[in-house]
């Protein structure tokens, strides 16, 4: 073995050992995302409007301190809270299961008061008539809806309270009340308050609502005081842990949730394991049967891929802890689908390295140069494909960060196994004598077929799915957005028993909810989706207990986006798809030195855009986010066939430059045909696993994946390289 080669194994065996080192254990080194643990992704707004112009600036970040000191009192870990635009908050609850808990704790302003109360008859009647008079406030008890009289004037405010805690009335019935302590002004000030107003009673007020209303027997000295009412213990735990921690400076709203309770995020673990394990075993047993020794080699560097792939995850943990890198659900279909593309590079030096022994090279150097010719298409395509997840990261939120990290990662890692390891096995085994030659499967060889003869009848069949698509989007408006764009919820449940549509309906309705659509799956009947164009979680949950009181459910997820939200992400996934086509233009113009081609595999691009979309809304489906991580996936994937057919016909150019550019192109794709269609079914094994067993949140994601990849296909070869055609003759006749 020469020192060179040696080298380069040992680069590889201590790239191996570091990566299981970082990989294992995986629990400890790979952080689930909230969809697979469960958890809760709020977006809060801090409404400033009634605030004075000097307490706006500091609004939120008041807000963010005191939501943090709640949030740690109840012991949530790795927790995420940060300024998101000018008024919105950032928060990230992993393993959260009280969802009500929770929103009650985060959403409650705790604007503590109290107030004297006028007890004189003639003036509450006065105001019950309608006329209230000046210097007094109508207000109604929160248990019994006592109407009370309320001095405008607030006595004392909660900003003097110390500490708060739950316990119990000495009564005998064991209530759970609050107790109060106060500071030394706000015990000095409620003595005098009490002290000046014995006889009467004084209001509790917390949020606008009166708790209670108790008599005055005696001045109350010591700084202690009792909130009583009719609390459960968790109420009570709430409301004193929202004293503790003081009042927000202004109300806030929910513009966005996304809760995952701890079902769902397991049966998410299994089934994305279970894709994974799937599409692996089907890519593998490919590989191994259609290119039999070359095919175990690639199988050692897709293995390697994949300990690479989780190494690299575990060294950004590791080294950037603050980044809080995380495996999400998208995150594996990521993971998943590099393991499809990365098959598109062993596939390229396969079918060069077969291209080599047929014209009779030994086999040493037919394997050396088809990885030379093989190098710039793969550096070219993964350079596309990563310019789409890049922008997947700027413009994304959440898990489709998730997916855009592991993508990059996974593609960055596929160019270090595909060129450099893979050509160190080749060259290890050649060296051991144990590979003497390379027999491969040619089902996809040989190919003679005009193609660009077609182009006029394709240029119609595509103009036509165009034309359907743009109607189907324009015939459907708004509704063919999901929840992330036009705004809404969705709410999954899971009844132990399986109730029938209908009953779910009539459910509904009696609680107003004629609107809201009602989907069920075959696989999973007990499993039931709620999509309405509002917050309706209440009424839902209140419609359930009380139609169905002897059929427990669970909540899978709750989804929620505000309208502002909607708007803000739906300009984000049009600002994606436009700087990755921009990007995309740019970088095949340059690198090809013509930007006819940029321009016909942008064309191109946008073809397969607006007939995935087409076929997906004509099957019933919505556009979300996760639609929109396909469409770019899908950019990234068209752009790569485009770019393996540019590329040979500048290499046939460079050989032959009395050849017409037609027959350059027909041969040009012929050439790679094989290779085309090979790499479009090993993704496509890996895409319709991720359909079937990829669980419910995925299914659209794959099956806009299969649509977008079978076009893809059709595109490269019948639009963009004969519009290079048309457009190459146009300047010639000119």
């Given amino acids: 073995m020469t020192k060179n080669l040696r080298n380069r194994a040992l680069i ?49 970040l008041r807000a963010i301190e005191i939501l943090r000191n709640r949030i740690d009192s109840i012991g949530v870990g790795e927790t995420v ?84 805690s739950v316990d119990f009335d000495s009564t005998g019935f064991g209530q759970p009340q609050i107790s109060l302590k106060f500071n030394t002004q706000g015990s000095s000030a409620f003595g005098v308050i009490t002290k000046h107003n014995v006889g009467r009673r004084l209001a509790i007020i917390m949020d606008d609502e009166v708790l209670s209303a108790p008599n005055i027997n005696e001045a ?23 004293l503790r921690s003081g009042a927000l400076p202004a109300p806030m709203h929910i513009e966005e949730e996304r809760t995952i309770g701890p079902l769902l995020g397991k049966d998410s673990i299994n089934a994305g394991i279970n894709a994974t394990l799937i599409g692996i075993a089907l890519v593998f047993s490919f590989m191994l049967i259609y290119y039999l020794k070359a095919g175990m080699v690639s199988n050692v560097a897709l293995m390697l891929n994949l300990l690479f792939l989780f190494g690299a995850m575990g060294f950004l943990n590791l080294m950037l802890p603050e980044a809080q890198l995380t495996l999400t659900l998208p995150g594996i279909a990521g993971i998943i689908l590099t393991l499809g593309m990365a098959v598109d590079a062993n596939v390229l030096i396969n079918e ?12 040493k150097a037919a394997i050396n140069n088809g990885f030379n010719k093989a190098l710039k298409a793969i550096v070219d395509s993964n350079t596309t494909t990563l310019i789409a997840a890049f922008m997947l990261f700027q413009f994304g939120s959440g898990p489709i960060k998730g997916f855009a990290v592991t993508l990059s990662l996974g593609l960055i890692v596929s160019l270090f196994t595909s060129l450099f390891v893979t050509r160190t096995l080749f060259n290890v085994l050649l060296d051991w004598k144990l590979l003497k030659s390379l027999p491969m499967m040619g089902l ?28 189907a989007l324009m015939q459907k408006k708004d509704k063919a957005f999901g929840i992330d764009f036009v705004g809404g919820q969705i709410q999954e449940y899971r009844f132990q028993n399986p109730i029938q549509a209908d009953n779910l309906r009539e459910a509904l309705k009696q609680v107003g909810l004629d609107d809201a659509v009602i989907q069920q799956f075959d696989q ?27 059929n427990s459910f669970e909540i899978l997820r709750i989804e929620k986006v505000g309208p502002v939200v909607g708007k803000s ?31 016909a595999g942008i064309i191109a691009l946008l073809h397969d855009v607006f007939v995935t979309l087409g076929i997906l809304i004509m099957m019933g489906r919505q556009i979300d986010l996760l639609v929109v991580t396909a469409l770019l996936t899908i950019a990234g994937y068209s752009i790569n066939d ?28 012929n050439q790679t045909l094989g290779r085309t269609l090979l790499t479009t079914i090993t993704t496509l094994l890996v895409v319709v696993t991720l359909f079937l067993r990829g669980g419910e949140v995925l299914n659209t994601f794959a099956l806009c994946l299969m649509i977008g990849f079978i076009a893809g296909t059709y595109s490269t070869i019948f639009i963009a390289s004969p519009l290079v055609l048309a457009w190459e003759k146009k300047k010639i006749r000119k």
Wanted: charged share 25%.
């Fill in 12 to 60: 590889i065996l201590g790239v191996i050992v570091a990566a299981i080192y970082l990989t294992f254990p995986i629990q400890k080194r790979i952080n689930l995302g909230l969809d697979l643990k469960g958890g809760m992704h709020l977006v809060l707004k801090v409404d400033t409007e009634e605030l004075e112009d000097d307490a706006k600036s500091d609004a939120v």
């Fill in 81 to 164: 809270i940060q300024r998101q635009g000018e008024n919105e908050i950032l928060v990230q609850l992993p393993g959260v299961t009280n969802r009500d808990q929770a929103i009650d704790l985060i959403g409650r302003v705790a604007q503590l008061e109290f107030r004297v109360v006028d007890d004189d008859p003639n003036n509450l009647k006065q105001a019950l008539e309608g006329d209230i008079p000046k210097g007094f406030i109508l207000k109604y008890t929160k248990d019994d809806k006592e109407p009370i009289l309320l001095k405008d004037q607030v006595a004392l405010s909660g900003e003097t309270i110390a500490d708060a």
């Fill in 220 to 242: 109350i000295l010591g700084g202690k005081a009792q909130i009583t009412g009719q609390f459960s213990f968790e109420e009570a735990s709430v409301l004193a842990l929202a």
């Fill in 352 to 363: 060069r390295i077969r291209e080599e022994i047929d014209n009779g090279r030994p086999l």
């Fill in 444 to 471: 996809f060889s040989g190919f003679k077929i005009n193609f660009v003869s077609k182009r006029y009848v394709c240029y119609v069949i595509s103009a036509l799915l165009i034309v359907g698509s743009i109607y």
């Fill in 524 to 550: 999973s009947p007990g499993d039931v989706i709620i999509r309405t164009s509002n917050d309706t979680y209440d009424k839902v949950v209140g419609a359930f207990k009380q139609d169905f009181p002897d």
């Fill in 569 to 599: 992400l739906r300009k984000a996934a049009i600002l994606a798809i436009v700087f990755a086509l921009g990007g995309i233009f740019i970088f095949v113009g340059f690198r090809f030195k013509h930007f006819d081609f940029a321009t």
């Fill in 642 to 669: 485009t770019i393996i057919i540019y590329d040979r016909v500048r290499e046939n150019l460079a050989k032959d430059k009395k050849m017409g550019l037609a027959d350059l192109i027909n041969l040009s794709i």
